[in-house]
T-cell receptor
C-alpha cells in the first residue's frame, strides 16, 4: 500500500484565490511527522511546513497552512491568496516514528499552476 | 550563503565512468542525506549519515558509495555509471535524526549517455 498518496496530478487556481492540495497517508505508528515541499521549475526543493502527529494545532507558515485531520489520515496543504510564483510541484512527505531517522517517504507530487 | 550546497549542479558523462557529487552544509546539522529523484519526479532516500556514521542505506547498488569526511560534508561517489543512474540527486540535512526541519540542496542533474 502506498504510504503517501497525492491524488491530484495537476491543479489550476486563479491568482489571489486559495487552493488546497490533498495528501493522505498510511501508517500504524502513533508518532510521525508530515512535511510539505515546493519544487519550482528551477528544481530546488523548498521546505514549506511541518506537522507532528501529536501537535494539537494545525501548522501555519505565512500563506501556508496544513489542514491536519488525524482520524482521516489527511494532511492537506492550503495556500491562501495564490501568487504566480506559487506555480510549482508540491510534495507531501512523511517520517514514521521518533526513530525514523528522518527517512522521508514522498508522495508523487501535485503540479500547481497559478493563472493571472 | 546557500545552507546546503551541492556541486556540480549539472553533470553529463558516459556510461562506465566514475563520478562524484559533493555536498556541504553550513547549518551546523548533525545529519545528512542523499535522495534520488527519477524522471517521473519520484523522490526516494538513498543514504543518511549522522555525525559521519552511516545510518540508512536503502538497498542502493554498491556502485554508489557515500563518504562523510566530517559532519558538514557528505559526498556521493558513483562507479561504473549506467544509463539508469540518470536522475537528480539531492543532498539534505537536518539538526538530528528526527525533528521538524530537513533542508535540501539545489540538486545535481546527472545525465549518463
Amino acid at each position: 500500500a502506498q504510504k503517501i498518496t497525492q491524488t491530484q496530478p495537476g491543479m489550476f487556481v486563479q491568482e489571489k484565490e486559495a487552493v488546497t492540495l490533498d495528501c493522505t497517508y498510511d501508517t500504524s505508528d502513533p508518532s510521525y511527522g508530515l512535511f510539505w515541499y515546493k519544487q519550482p521549475s528551477s528544481g530546488e526543493m523548498i521546505f514549506l511546513i511541518y506537522q507532528g502527529s501529536y501537535d494539537q494545532q494545525n501548522a501555519t507558515e505565512g500563506r501556508y497552512s496544513l489542514n491536519f485531520q488525524k482520524a482521516r489520515k489527511s494532511a492537506n496543504l492550503v495556500i491562501s491568496a495564490s501568487q504566480l510564483g506559487d506555480s510549482a510541484m508540491y510534495f507531501c512527505a512523511m517520517r514514521e516514528g521518533d526513530g525514523g531517522y528522518n527517512k522521508l517517504i514522498f508522495g508523487a507530487g501535485t503540479r500547481l499552476a497559478v493563472h493571472p | 550563503d546557500t545552507a546546503v550546497s551541492q556541486t556540480p549542479k549539472y553533470l553529463v558523462t558516459q556510461m562506465g565512468n566514475d563520478k562524484s557529487i559533493k555536498c556541504e552544509q553550513n547549518l551546523g546539522h548533525d545529519t545528512m542525506y542523499w535522495y534520488k529523484q527519477d524522471s517521473k519526479k519520484f523522490l526516494k532516500i538513498m543514504f543518511s549519515y549522522n555525525n559521519k556514521e552511516l545510518i540508512i542505506n536503502e538497498t542502493v547498488p554498491n556502485r554508489f558509495s557515500p563518504k562523510s569526511p566530517d559532519k558538514a560534508h557528505l559526498n556521493l561517489h558513483i562507479n561504473s555509471l549506467e544509463l539508469g543512474d540518470s536522475a537528480v540527486y539531492f543532498c539534505a540535512s537536518s539538526p538530528g535524526l528526527s525533528g521538524n526541519t530537513i533542508y535540501f540542496g539545489e540538486g545535481s542533474w546527472l545525465t549518463v549517455v
